[in-house]
């Protein structure tokens, strides 16, 4: 969501909010508005992030063209509907600390656009949305989507009990991968695993980044990160965080049987990692926020990097 507003400049005209109608929001009736900002529809980074992780095993494990574009599909509704369910639970969890952040009290529970009662009812119809997606699933699939719904609701309760809520992030981020490999073979495999590993690296990496430009806010009132665990030592857990993810891409594409092309297109997200290590200033939240959001382009570089090693 590029507003031409650098929200490093506090001093600029436009305030350092993250609420714009933008995207489909612009479209919409005024009246739906306010749930489709609830839902984050207007800055969709957050359903890239969660469906790519699904890419990557349709990609890798797919047994034809036919079922890894229709799994394609149904993953990528589905992102839109979970992330959007998983929006509104964080939402009703921190309306009243959502009020004290500059970023955050514009959004529609946080400014009284839409109240705990009609989220609610509106979160019940994400989820039957969701429901209607998963039943179309193989039966491993189907209870592995059941499964997330634990830690869709515990995320936001992290942020006040752990440094790392992000940790628990990564554990929904990421769910995809072995979701989407029993979705693509009917079963759960190593390779599967190894792709949730590896997409657990790269969440706490790149929410780590996005976590920057809330730092001295989160601080003020009471939440915990691991921007604010981190500090100046970001910057190597980041190259720690990447590198991993990495090494455990390149073990799941050699567990999965791939050829070795697919070990020279892990060069391209590899080089992309690094590019975001070095450019990164954690003062800067508008450059924070940039180099998040490409974390879109590196995941589509690895899921391109699987496909590479199965051609």
């Given at each position: 969501?590029?507003?031409?507003?650098?929200?490093?400049?506090?001093?600029?005209?436009?305030?350092?909010?993250?609420?714009?109608?933008?995207?489909?929001?612009?479209?919409l009736p005024?009246?739906?508005?306010?749930?489709?900002?609830?839902?984050?529809l207007?800055?969709p980074?957050?359903?890239?992030?969660?469906?790519?992780?699904?890419?990557?095993?349709?990609?890798?494990?797919?047994?034809?063209?036919?079922?890894?574009?229709?799994?394609?599909?149904?993953?990528?509704?589905?992102?839109?509907?979970?992330?959007?369910?998983?929006?509104?639970?964080?939402?009703l969890?921190?309306?009243?600390?959502?009020?004290?952040v500059?970023r955050?009290?514009?959004?529609?529970?946080?400014?009284g656009?839409?109240?705990p009662?009609?989220?609610?009812?509106?979160?019940?119809?994400?989820?039957?949305?969701?429901?209607?997606?998963?039943?179309?699933?193989?039966?491993?699939?189907?209870?592995?989507?059941?499964?997330?719904?634990?830690?869709?609701?515990?995320?936001?309760?992290?942020?006040?009990?752990?440094?790392?809520?992000?940790?628990v992030?990564?554990?929904?981020?990421?769910?995809?991968a072995?979701?989407?490999?029993?979705?693509?073979?009917?079963?759960?495999?190593?390779?599967?695993?190894?792709?949730?590993?590896?997409?657990?690296?790269?969440?706490?990496?790149?929410?780590?980044?996005?976590?920057?430009?809330?730092?001295?806010?989160?601080a003020?009132?009471?939440?915990?990160?691991?921007?604010?665990?981190?500090?100046?030592?970001?910057?190597?857990?980041?190259?720690?965080?990447?590198?991993?993810?990495?090494?455990?891409?390149?073990?799941?594409?050699?567990?999965?049987?791939?050829?070795?092309?697919?070990?020279?297109?892990?060069?391209?997200?590899?080089?992309?990692f690094?590019?975001?290590?070095?450019?990164?200033?954690?003062?800067?939240?508008?450059?924070?926020?940039r180099?998040?959001?490409?974390?879109?382009?590196?995941?589509?570089?690895?899921?391109?990097?699987?496909?590479?090693?199965?051609?």
């Open positions: 969501m590029d507003t031409g507003f650098d929200p490093s400049d506090r001093k600029g005209v436009a305030p350092y909010t993250d609420i714009r109608r933008e995207g489909l929001s612009a479209w005024a009246a739906l508005v306010p749930y489709a900002l609830l839902m984050r207007d800055r980074i957050g359903s890239w992030l969660l469906f790519l992780p699904g890419l990557w095993a349709f990609a890798a494990a797919a047994p034809s063209w036919e079922r890894g574009i229709w799994l394609t599909f149904l993953f990528g509704v589905g992102a839109v509907v979970m992330r959007g369910a998983g929006c509104v639970v964080n939402d969890w921190d309306r009243d600390l959502d009020r004290q500059e955050t009290r514009g959004r529609p529970l946080a400014s656009a839409v109240s009662k009609q989220a609610l009812g509106f979160l019940a119809g994400l989820l039957v949305v969701g429901l209607a997606i998963l039943v179309q699933l193989p039966a491993a699939a189907i209870w592995l989507g059941v499964a997330s719904l634990l830690p869709i609701i515990l995320y936001p309760l992290a942020k006040r009990v752990t440094d790392w809520p992000q940790a992030l990564g554990v929904v981020f990421t769910w995809a072995p979701m989407g490999w029993a979705a693509a073979t009917g079963a759960l495999e190593a390779p599967a695993l190894l792709l949730w590993a590896a997409g657990f690296a790269w969440t706490l990496a790149y929410d780590t980044i996005y976590a920057h430009q809330d730092r001295e806010d989160d003020l009132v009471g939440i915990r990160s691991s921007a604010l665990t981190l500090g100046e030592r970001t910057r190597p857990f980041l190259g720690g965080a990447f590198a991993l993810c990495i090494l455990l891409l390149a073990l799941a594409g050699w567990m999965a049987g791939l050829n070795p092309a697919f070990l020279a297109g892990l060069l391209l997200p590899a080089a992309h690094s590019w975001q290590v070095h450019r990164l200033d954690i003062h800067a939240p508008g450059l924070c926020l180099i998040f959001r490409s974390n879109r382009d590196a995941g589509l570089l690895v899921a391109l990097a699987f496909l590479m090693g199965r051609l």
